[in-house]
């Protein structure tokens, strides 16, 4: 069962307990429910819908799927989904003292807002004499477990990826079977608009991609543009549909898509560290001056620069809300090396379109290739002809973008 602080509940369990929801969307290996149903007779599971969260409308559409999803696998057990409107902090309390919660379990995050978020919440918590416990399971190794001699994150991937790969992973936890709910709670409404999400939001089918997934041709495949061979489990384990950790475990994934989580995690620990990186240069000193045009990124953004790889991965983006990795460095070097236009522009207009749209590795990645960021050769650039001979080969993947116009 879960791995339960002692501080969580005094240990003693607890009559009702909250599990805030918020990018962990999933009963199976979800250590903040688990503790929360090991600990409490009844458990209340919520979703507080947040206007200051600006999602685009691809991944406000895979959320309303994945809700829906949640909400259906808590029916099953007995319990369900909790569904508020407002600050999430407010109206967590707000419902705390509605059921007369003990405790409120959450899974940490690392971006700015999450993290304030977790600041407030245990601040209220705090004055409300409620215990409040948050789990490290958006990645699988928590942000600063970590640590380089005389830092308290990883700058650089590969010495990272050297320890990473040498811990020990934690269990994975079964769904509850059981979740009680307090009697007499409005459930709320759940958002509308899951039926025009790119690719269906939800645990279910993480799950289901998960398990149709064998990676057995990742390593030769991962770059092959037209042939689509990575797993696009993107989406799932930005909303937390899918444990990072029962993934890696899963038998016969080969080390190199392990690695590519690995990636997920170290971004994650960068952004933890240094939460300004969606809008400030990580690397001191860099170079952060743009001299590219409004004319020259509505182009990028419109798929219209007459690049022929770098105009196929912007229209898969605009019509399928995700691109290809090497699309993604290549479009993204193009805008920033080429063009010269500011690596914020860029990142936004990705973060507006993007269904697997994500703080740390949308920001990490984007000031990785634009040479502000973790890269140790700052100045590298793709070329987009040379990317598309050796990875696009066929020409396939150009074709089935740019024949679309
Ligand atoms: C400019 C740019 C922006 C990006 N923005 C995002 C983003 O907003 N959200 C996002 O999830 N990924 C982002 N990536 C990383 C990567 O492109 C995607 O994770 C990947 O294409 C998703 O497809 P997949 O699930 O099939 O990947 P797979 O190759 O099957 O990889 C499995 C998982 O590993 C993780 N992963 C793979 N590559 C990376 C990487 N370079 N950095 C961090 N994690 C990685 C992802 O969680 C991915 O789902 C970005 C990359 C670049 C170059």
């Not at 699988?140 to 790969?165: E, M, T």
């Not at 269990?171 to 007499?184: H, N, R």
């Not at 475990?249 to 898509?257: D, I, L, T, W």
Request: proline share 6%; net charge positive; hydrophobic share 40%.
């Amino acid at each position: 069962m879960a791995d339960v602080p002692a501080d969580y509940g005094k240990g003693s369990g607890m009559d009702t307990a909250i599990v805030l929801f918020t990018r962990d969307l999933r009963v199976h290996d979800n250590p903040a429910l688990a503790a929360a149903c090991q600990l409490a007779r009844r458990v209340v599971p919520l979703f507080v819908r947040d206007r200051a969260v600006r999602a685009g409308d691809p991944r406000q559409a895979f959320l309303a799927g994945a809700l829906a999803d949640l909400r259906g696998s808590l029916r099953e057990r007995g319990g369900d989904l909790v569904v508020r409107e407002g600050d999430p902090v407010a109206e967590t309390l707000r419902l705390a003292r509605e059921v007369g919660a003990e405790g409120v379990a959450v899974a940490r995050d690392v971006s700015r807002f999450a993290q304030r978020r977790y600041d407030r919440l245990a601040e209220a918590c705090g004055a409300h004499r409620i215990a409040l416990k948050g789990f490290d399971s958006v990645t699988v190794v928590a942000p600063f477990a970590l640590r380089p001699a005389g830092g308290d994150h990883y700058k650089v991937f590969s010495p990272y990826w050297r320890r990473w790969r040498e811990l020990p992973h934690r269990a994975v936890l079964p769904a509850p079977s059981k979740v009680e709910l307090p009697a007499g709670v409005a459930v709320g409404r759940l958002p509308g608009g899951a039926d025009r999400a790119p690719v269906p939001g939800g645990e279910r089918a993480a799950r289901e991609r998960m398990r149709r997934w064998d990676g057995s041709d990742y390593v030769e495949g991962h770059d092959d543009l037209a042939g689509d061979r990575t797993s696009r489990l993107s989406p799932y384990l930005h909303f937390g549909c899918l444990s990072p950790v029962e993934l890696i475990g899963k038998a016969g994934v080969p080390e190199e898509f392990v690695r590519q989580v690995c990636w997920r995690d170290f971004y994650a620990q960068v952004c933890a560290a240094f939460p300004q990186i969606v809008d400030t240069p990580y690397r001191p000193g860099a170079h952060d001056e743009w001299r590219g045009s409004d004319a020259d990124f509505d182009r990028w953004a419109a798929g219209e620069t007459g690049v022929p790889l770098v105009d196929a991965g912007m229209r898969q983006l605009a019509a399928q809300g995700w691109m290809h990795n090497r699309a993604r460095l290549v479009t993204a070097s193009y805008l920033t090396k080429d063009l010269g236009v500011d690596w914020r522009r860029g990142a936004a207009h990705f973060m507006a379109a993007l269904v697997d749209g994500d703080v740390a590795n949308n920001y990490g990645n984007w000031q990785w290739v634009a040479g502000t960021g973790n890269d140790t050769r700052p100045y590298r650039k793709f070329n987009p002809h040379r990317q598309a001979e050796r990875y696009d080969p066929s020409g396939g993947y150009r074709q089935r973008w740019l024949d679309r116009v």
